[in-house]
């Protein structure tokens, strides 16, 4: 079996995924997992594709420069190791949002407190808002915390004065219902 | 012995009927909900639309949760209905219906919820975190929803901000 990270982007419009969902049908590429959104007036994508066993790569890299010809997307694609995919995120157990008036380094601090700690993160979303008090700055991380959970909101306390930004910790209780 | 209904079974996503008779039938479906709740690892709940049958009934348990939690041990709830419910929380939520996902959910905080017992009797009770929680989505099951239609990305937190 053999995997491929694609990594795609272009000015957004209507008709983007299937572009791409096309091309990839075409040689007989399983979407698996996925990520797209929309960034500004930007459409961006990561997808992990399982090539079919008649597809050689050659085919595949055939098919995505056609694609970037074709779209005026722009298209990267990597092979991923059998390791890579195999290997699910941790459940996160915790959500940490921020807000506060936007301004450098409001990223970098939250996560160097995480990466100090050693708190993984498995999903996270920013966005900086324009409002009548000039641009907010809005974060949320869903994190791997384990048994740093109660302390984590303390930690916060030093990066959450000096940038005057509030951070929130919502631990998340799990169970099957 | 019925078992759980999972995902995309088109029974999952009906509306369940008010409970008006209460007896014996009554006693044997709650009795297989709870041996079906049982018998799934880490199992805290169950509405009786994840057996198929669309009476509104649920069972909750929040003693078996693996994680100690504030509870009111076992309770069977017949037409259970929240009147009252109170504040924001995001919690993982997991179903036996839904197999292999489980997702961040928003849920009040805590609810006031009315309901009868296996003997008709009305009952009100008060309850927060996880097992206002778990009420919360037994109960939607009566409704035909599940936790996958009310699942937050972290995009969508942001977004809510
Ligand atoms: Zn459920």
């Avoid at chain 1, 298209?75 to 995919?85: F, G, N, R, Y």
């Avoid at chain 1, 809005?138 to 509030?166: H, R």
């Avoid at chain 2, 309770?75 to 009147?83: D, Q």
């Amino acid at each position: 079996m053999q995997y491929v990270l694609l990594s795609i982007s272009g000015k957004d419009r209507a008709g983007i995924v299937c572009d791409v969902a096309e091309a990839l049908l075409n040689i007989r590429a399983n979407i698996e997992d996925s990520s797209m959104t929309a960034l500004r007036g930007r459409f961006t994508m990561m997808l992990i594709v399982n090539l079919a066993e008649s597809c050689p790569l050659s085919e595949l890299k055939a098919a995505l420069a056609a694609l970037e010809q074709r779209t005026g997307l722009s298209v990267q694609s990597q092979l991923l190791p059998e390791d890579d995919v195999k290997h699910m995120p941790q459940e996160p157990d915790c959500v940490i949002t921020v807000t506060g008036a936007d301004k450098p380094g409001i990223v970098h601090a939250v996560t160097h407190v995480l990466g100090e700690a050693g708190i993984s993160i498995v999903d996270v979303s920013t966005q900086s808002r324009g409002t009548e008090q000039g641009y907010m700055y809005m974060m949320a991380l869903e994190v791997v915390a384990k048994d740093d959970v109660a302390a984590l909101g303390q930690k916060f306390t030093d990066i959450s004065n000096q940038l005057d930004i509030e951070i929130q910790v919502h631990e998340l209780e799990s169970g099957i219902l | 012995m019925r078992s759980i209904l999972t995902l995309p079974d088109y029974r999952l996503r009906q509306q369940a009927r008010k409970v008006d008779v209460f007896g014996d039938a009554l006693q044997s479906l709650v009795d297989e909900m709870v041996e079906l709740m049982l018998e799934g690892a880490g199992g805290v709940g169950i509405a009786a639309p994840q057996l198929g049958m669309l009476q509104r009934v649920v069972v909750i348990d929040c003693s078996l949760s693996q994680r100690p939690c504030r509870n009111h041990g076992r309770i069977v709830m017949v037409n259970p209905e929240i009147i009252e419910s109170f504040g924001n929380v995001l919690g993982r939520e997991g179903c036996l219906s839904v197999p292999e996902w489980v997702a961040t959910v928003p849920r009040a905080k805590k609810i006031k919820v009315h309901y009868q017992d296996i003997q008709g009797k009305h009952h009100v009770l008060e309850s927060s975190a996880f097992e206002a929680r778990v009420i919360q989505h037994e109960i939607d099951h009566l409704d035909g929803i599940l936790f996958i239609d009310r699942v937050l990305s972290v995009r969508d937190i942001v977004r809510r901000m």
